[in-house]
């Protein structure tokens, strides 16, 4: 996508990672801004935006390790990755990863609900059905489709989300600028910026299978440095952007619509929705292909191919699942219930075995050439 030089290809390896894990994690991050209220809001602009700081270098750090960790151990679906840094544990992460899974899922489901019942005045239900068809036509396509997809999305939102932020600043300057300078500090933020990166790695599960495109150790842990930046930037925008309704903004279930009609600009509340419906599609779309790679990769174990309906079967069972959970829950009850306990359980699976096993088998297992491209366990659908 970055082009056919060699300048480009260099530069399409140093932020494509980046570009996948952003388009997986915006959906549960901060898509709707409900999960930026949850974790940030609380604790105060100044406090709020040092706690989103946190969650940026927890991210750029532990990216950093696993990509250089898939890249030696050729680990590119979760279940490869896992068995080579649990061991025999590995199973704990796919239990917990689909967990996260089906709850992600769910607030996508409720979030489409609630922004297509906004805006276009239809049930709730019916925005899960085309969120969950969307998901199924996308995953049923495969690797390049799912690679192109986030990688393009992921640019036009960056884009989308730099206008919005820029008009709130325009129109809300004053008021975001007298929070901002307030110095406001509430509780724990650096506790929230940890839980709230560490959930969001689930992400990393996602962008294993574009990492077979890197070929040295520089280009790994630089591509995991900028993804921490380039997960954290649009984040960044919707918390600022946010400060503008502070602190009533904290109660609104999607505050990005509430932010959006603030501006009393029709054709761009239209154009953010569609951009923002489409960032619903590529989370979940990530998320299960990341399932289905992992499922490829059984199939290949035992001299199988894994069938595209397979694909499609997977991705519409657990969008099934996760709209029953959504309507039965609601996006505010499936953030604040969900997240905070799940978070503890990637800082003990992930987190903390990257940090101890990953790094010792960095300094220690022999680096492949770096003029070595590393064969991809990716489908070639």
Not at 219 to 234: D, M
């Amino acid at each position: 996508m970055f082009g056919s030089g060699r300048r480009a290809q260099a530069i399409g390896r140093y932020l494509l990672p980046g570009l996948v894990f952003q388009s997986v994690i915006v959906g549960g991050g901060y898509g709707t801004g409900r999960e930026i209220a949850e974790f940030f809001v609380g604790h105060g602009p100044l406090g709020g935006l040092l706690g989103m700081l946190v969650a940026a270098l927890a991210w750029s750090v532990v990216l950093a390790i696993a990509f250089e960790f898939a890249r030696l151990t050729k680990a590119y679906d979760y279940r490869s990755f896992f068995k080579e840094l649990l061991g025999p544990f590995w199973g704990l992460f796919e239990v917990i990863y689909l967990l996260i899974a089906l709850l992600v899922l769910a607030v996508l489901g409720s979030a489409s609900g609630e922004l297509l019942s906004e805006s276009l005045g239809v049930p709730k239900t019916i925005g899960a059905l085309i969120l969950m068809s969307a998901v199924g036509a996308l995953v049923y396509f495969g690797s390049k489709a799912v690679e192109k997809a986030l990688a393009y999305w992921s640019i036009l939102l960056y884009v989308v989300y730099a206008v919005f932020f820029v008009w709130m600043i325009w129109v809300f300057g004053d008021t975001i600028g007298e929070h901002l300078s307030s110095g406001e500090v509430i509780g724990a933020w650096h506790l929230d910026g940890l839980r709230y990166a560490a959930y969001n790695l689930n992400g990393l599960a996602a962008a294993l299978f574009v990492l077979s495109h890197l070929e040295s150790r520089k280009e790994a842990i630089g591509a995991g440095l900028l993804a921490g930046v380039i997960g954290i930037v649009p984040g960044i925008f919707v918390f600022v952007s946010m400060l503008a309704q502070y602190p009533q903004i904290a109660d609104v279930p999607v505050p990005i619509t509430s932010l959006l009609q603030a501006l009393n600009a029709l054709w761009f509340l239209a154009i953010f929705q569609i951009v923002l419906f489409g960032t619903f599609i590529e989370t979940g779309a990530g998320i299960i292909h990341a399932i289905n790679e992992r499922v490829a990769g059984a199939f290949n174990d035992a001299a199988r191919v894994f069938p595209s309906w397979g694909r499609l079967a997977i991705a519409l069972g657990m969008m099934a699942v996760a709209v029953f959970l959504a309507d039965a829950i609601g996006i505010i009850g499936l953030i604040a219930q969900g997240y905070g306990m799940l978070s503890y359980a990637f800082i003990a699976i992930l987190v903390i075995p990257l940090l101890t096993i990953g790094v010792r088998r960095i300094l220690t297992q022999k680096t492949p050439s770096d003029s070595q491209v590393l064969p991809s366990n990716k489908d070639k659908s």
